[in-house]
């Protein structure tokens, strides 16, 4: 093989890895914009409030730690579906990571406590943390089922 048939290939072969990389990149951004987009309609469908509880971001988190859960667990190594990391890469950080929403969860935490509602705050923390973390055990145990 010569130096320029080398030159060729090795040149390919960075196109190709450069493509790759952008088709995650898409894949991640595109689910993002999907799962922002389903956060929001939670947040119109919802009320904003009751019982003193942000029930449109407590939704989402737990939903979306569910299909984390669920996802990861049917769609891994041991898992009933065999797809590539690029699918997973735009369910699990693209539409999870746009859907779920630290950063509300935090907001609203803050105006609890700067309100003085440490009661609510409280509440909030703990309801949300044990609603995580049983919806992701609870989707990924599903999937196990399904997966045997």
Known sequence: MTTQERNVQAAMRRRAAFVDGLTLYLAVIVGGILGSLARWIVALVLPATLGGLPWPTLFANVTGCFVIGFFAALT?????????????????????????????????????????????????????????????????????????
Not at 120 to 139: D, E, K, Q, T
């Open 76 to 148: 891994g190594p041991s898992g009933r579906l065999f797809i590539g990391p690029k699918s997973r890469q735009f369910v699990m950080t693209g539409i999870c990571g746009g859907y779920t929403t630290f950063s509300g969860f935090s907001l609203e935490m803050l105006r609890f406590v700067s309100a003085g509602d440490v009661r609510s705050a409280a509440i909030y923390l703990i309801v949300s943390i044990v609603a995580w973390l049983s919806a992701v055990w609870v989707g990924e145990t599903l999937a196990e089922r399904i997966n045997n």
